[in-house]
């Protein structure tokens, strides 16, 4: 079982470095992050165990905030009138 667990997240973690966008390849690591927290506690890596959930609220954290920040530019995109849309003074 600690194999199977480590080669699923050796595997999703390759996957993820493949990625061209920052949010994919942090959301592919933090699938892959549960089996490799199943892997080390299976097997006693308490370091290993350590490092991966620095790892994992670490790009939790990243990725809140990326979503936090393209959810704001998104509202403000549409309160600001785009320079091809008639603007009216008399609205």
């Keep these: ?3 199977a667990l480590a080669l699923t997240g050796s595997s ?3 996957l993820a470095r493949l990625q ?3 949010s ?3 959301g592919l690591f933090l699938v892959g992050a549960p089996f490799w ?4 506690l299976m097997v006693g890596a308490v370091f290993a165990l350590g ?6 609220a670490s790009n939790l954290a990243s990725l809140a905030k990326f ?6 530019s998104a509202r403000a995109s549409n309160l600001i ?8 003074i008399l609205a």
Excluded: C, F, Q, Y
């Design 12 to 14: 999703l973690g390759s």
């Design 67 to 72: 979503l936090v920040r393209r959810g704001a």
């Design 81 to 88: 009138p785009s320079i091809t849309e008639p603007v009216s």
């Design 1 to 3: 079982m600690p194999s």
């Design 37 to 40: 927290l199943a892997h080390n």
């Design 51 to 56: 490092t991966d959930l620095v790892s994992l």
């Design 24 to 26: 994919r390849m942090k």
């Design 20 to 22: 061209t966008s920052t």
